[in-house]
T-cell receptor, first 110, second 115 residues
Framework: GENVEQHPSTLSVQEGDSAVIKCTYS??????FPWYKQELGKGPQLIID?????GEKKDQRIAVTLNKTAKHFSLHITETQPEDSAVYFC?????????FGDGTTLTVKP | NAGVTQTPKFQVLKTGQSMTLQCAQDMNHEYMSWYRQDPGMGLRLIHY???????DQGEVPNGYNVSRSTTEDFPLRLLSAAPSQTSVYFCASSLTSGVNTGELFFGEGSRLTVL
């Protein structure tokens, strides 16, 4: 089955700095790569996603890049704000089933 | 629009007891699934369903049963609870499944403690 590795497990940045979270996957059949944000006591919520026929996607301060050859994808958050503090999960979907990374706890210090 | 609703939010069980976690969605989603979330281990797929009457096992199915008699509901049953099933459980749904899979919509979670 699919295996997704996510790094780092914790990330602390100063407000205004950029944050980068990286994921690798193993199944070349995976074709959908979402990123979810989970706030304390809540369920995860989608913040951005990318499909395998696209290399990069941007939505305001958030961007995702995908390298199919190397089987890795990354989340980039620019101009971080305290409200960006949360746990972020990457996922890779193959044949409709999503496999998640172990999560990154992002802390943005004011 | 309620989205995905899970009940109960909190539950404490004794070893060997049985219970059902309820999940309902009002978005007419084809795909529904159950995940468990443990510290440092992300979200692991327990069971999933691509439509009414169809269910399949995920990564960690042992000790859990599911059924999908309607499009809206996808209950998760623990027949004989064990301490290893102490976790936070999330139900998630998606409009489509298979190669056209898309965003998962998650419920708020059900925190289960087995003593």
């Amino acid at each position: 089955g699919e295996n997704v590795e996510q790094h780092p497990s914790t990330l602390s940045v100063q407000e205004g700095d950029s944050a980068v979270i990286k994921c690798t996957y193993s199944d070349s059949a995976s074709n959908y790569f979402p990123w979810y944000k989970q706030e304390l006591g809540k369920g995860p919520q989608l913040i951005i996603d990318i499909r395998s026929n696209v290399g990069e996607k941007k939505d305001q301060r958030i961007a995702v890049t995908l390298n199919k050859t190397a089987k890795h994808f990354s989340l980039h958050i620019t101009e971080t704000q305290p409200e960006d503090s949360a746990v972020y999960f990457c996922a890779a979907s193959s044949k409709g089933k999503s496999t998640f990374g172990d999560g990154t706890t992002l802390t943005v210090k004011p | 629009n309620a989205g995905v609703t899970q009940t109960p939010k909190f539950q404490v069980l004794k070893t060997g007891q049985s219970m059902t976690l309820q999940c309902a969605q009002d978005m007419n989603h084809e795909y529904m699934s159950w995940y468990r979330q443990d510290p440092g281990m992300g979200l692991r797929l327990i069971h999933y369903s691509v439509g009414a009457g169809i269910t399949d096992q995920g990564e960690v199915p042992n000790g859990y049963n599911v059924s999908r008699s309607t499009t809206e509901d996808f209950p998760l049953r623990l027949l004989s609870a064990a301490p290893s099933q102490t976790s936070v459980y999330f139900c998630a749904s998606s409009l489509t499944s298979g190669v056209n899979t898309g965003e998962l919509f998650f419920g708020e979670g059900s925190r289960l403690t087995v003593l």
